[in-house]
């Protein structure tokens, strides 16, 4: 069959449902939930998905807020046909909403799933034998979902995955920062702190004198390293010494090899503190760290070559890189994550940005990443040396 008529038969498969995909989206977006308590979103998207014929196993892999749904060919034989995954976020930020743009995210997961299906069920005019995954990931926005998931095996009889996330840019080759997330406490010994501060361990000194020595590290950083940081326990009341405070810091760098360098400078900060002040040091790691997103090249270019024919240039990377549990699938599935303008350049978890992801204006946008994507999905269902050339690029080879 011609590219064009199946680029003709999704594009009819999204006009078909957009209202409905538009409906999804706004529900979402009205209903902002947190990481793992996405109840609603979960309920919501995999009705849909039962109705429009997907098999579906909701609370998927242990995890209440997570979803699988797939749909394959009648002849697809299990470890012998391509699966290809495509992902759904829908958590928000607390307290503003859905300022990440994930109801979007959904949209198009669930808009590009249905094309995707719709080309393999026609199945009387095409040849291809496989399956596609729409996959819902919960708690991205801390938490790490998608870890969850690669920890229960559920990537194992996956060959490729795809997802989209708005921005305020077109970026086709996406860098995401890897992520470690750590508390630090101290614990020092509380007096009155005027009759007798000296007799006091101040534990609020402990976190503020690490602040400092973080901040001023920074000249020795490069320049894709990030470290930064709340106080977000320095005691009660002024008039008692604090004998305890919690800090929390995010580390971020482009590869885990610089991670371990900057790791390092910030503990002996925190060491520094706790020897200055004389106080005790508890220091926590969160235990699911965010790995950096290994972009498929080969997918990438492919996605990119369906782009420019729907009238989507990229220019170069505008250098915006936050985190995401998208980079631990990269290490284990070839994958792609481009990420889409949706009408107006705000930056993402800023109000601006809840408040655009609310709106309708951004569905044509949605849409034409929808059938990127599928049509990305179909040419490696049926270009098998396509497939050949991703796998190997992933093994490196
Ligand atoms: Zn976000
Ligand atoms: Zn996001």
Redesign the pocket.
Known sequence: MEASLFAQMISESLAKNKEEFNNLSQLIWAHPETQYDEHFAHALLTDFLSKEGFVVEKAYAGVPTAFRAEIATSDYVVGSHPVIAILC?YDALPEIGHA???NLIAEVGIAAGCAVRDVLLSNSQTKFPGKVVVLGCPA??GGGGKIDLINFGCFRDIDFVMMA?PFPHDVLHCITLGIERCTVEFFGRATHASCQPWEGVNALDAAISAYNAVSLSRQQMKPDWRAHAIIAKGGTVPNVIPDHSESQYYMRCQNMEDMAILKSKLIQCFECAAEATGCRMVLSWDPKPYLPLRSNRTMASTFGDFAQAENLVYGPDPGLHGS?DIGNVSMVVPTIHPRFFVGESHL?HTREFQKLAGSSKTQPYCLRMAKIMALTAVELFINKSLREKVTREFDGC
């Open positions: 976020e990440c743009g994930h991205e926005e996330h995401s993402i």
